[in-house]
């Protein structure tokens, strides 16, 4: 039997404390803002489509959150003050806790 070379990829390890991933932007549901609202603002935010602004949406009204960027700590700041400009919640929280 013949055995060909295989080259195996790493993935990428960026380090995270240089703030350039490992990030994410949670919003959190609230009464006071229409869907089309939310769903305008995270498109604009994320410059995510509509259907996913809309799976977003949906998430954090049935579940109470729901994680909507994923970038490094600066890039997800932007988009949480973004979002947040409508009033409502948002959260950049590291996408892996560091376990205890």
Same mark, same amino acid.
């Given at each position: 039997?013949?055995?060909?070379?295989?080259?195996?990829?790493?993935?990428?390890?960026? *380090?995270?404390?240089?703030?350039?991933?490992?990030?994410?932007?949670? !919003?959190? $549901? $609230?009464?006071? $803002?229409?869907? *089309?609202?939310?769903?305008? !603002?995270?498109? +604009?935010?994320?410059?995510?489509?509509?259907?996913?602004?809309?799976? @977003?949406?949906?998430?954090?009204?049935? #579940?109470?959150?729901?994680?909507?960027? #994923?970038?490094?700590?600066?890039?997800? *700041?932007?988009?949480?003050?973004?979002?947040?400009? !409508?009033?409502?919640? +948002?959260?950049?929280?590291? @996408?892996?806790?560091? @376990?205890?």
């Amino acid at each position: 039997m013949k055995r060909m070379s295989q080259t195996v990829l790493e993935p990428e390890v960026v *380090d995270s404390q240089t703030g350039s991933a490992g990030w994410m932007v949670v !919003i959190y $549901n $609230n009464e006071s $803002n229409s869907m *089309d609202e939310v769903l305008s !603002i995270l498109m +604009t935010a994320t410059s995510c489509t509509a259907e996913e602004a809309y799976i @977003e949406m949906w998430e954090a009204h049935t #579940f109470g959150k729901a994680a909507v960027h #994923f970038s490094g700590r600066a890039e997800c *700041d932007r988009v949480a003050e973004i979002i947040s400009s !409508i009033g409502v919640k +948002t959260e950049v929280v590291r @996408e892996w806790p560091e @376990e205890s």
